[in-house]
């Protein structure tokens, strides 16, 4: 629910109970033997919306390249 810092939960503080609430959820799909379909759901804090409108596609792109290995 707040930081994790060296696989330790930490206490929640003022910044991280700004963004308490928001997730990411991944699913994979097996859709046949040869394809795999990825359904992804996130929520943010209004001021995080632009940094995932950048970097979310970066990481989404470098998962269906580690995928197609």
Known sequence: IGDVIDFKEQPLNDETRKWTGCFEIYRLM??????TEVEVEVDVT?????????KFPLGLEKLKELCEQ
Do not use: G, Q, V
């Not at 001021?47 to 950048?54: N, R």
């Open 30 to 35: 097996e859709i046949n033997a040869n394809t």
């Open 46 to 54: 209004d001021s995080h919306i632009e940094f995932m409108k950048k």
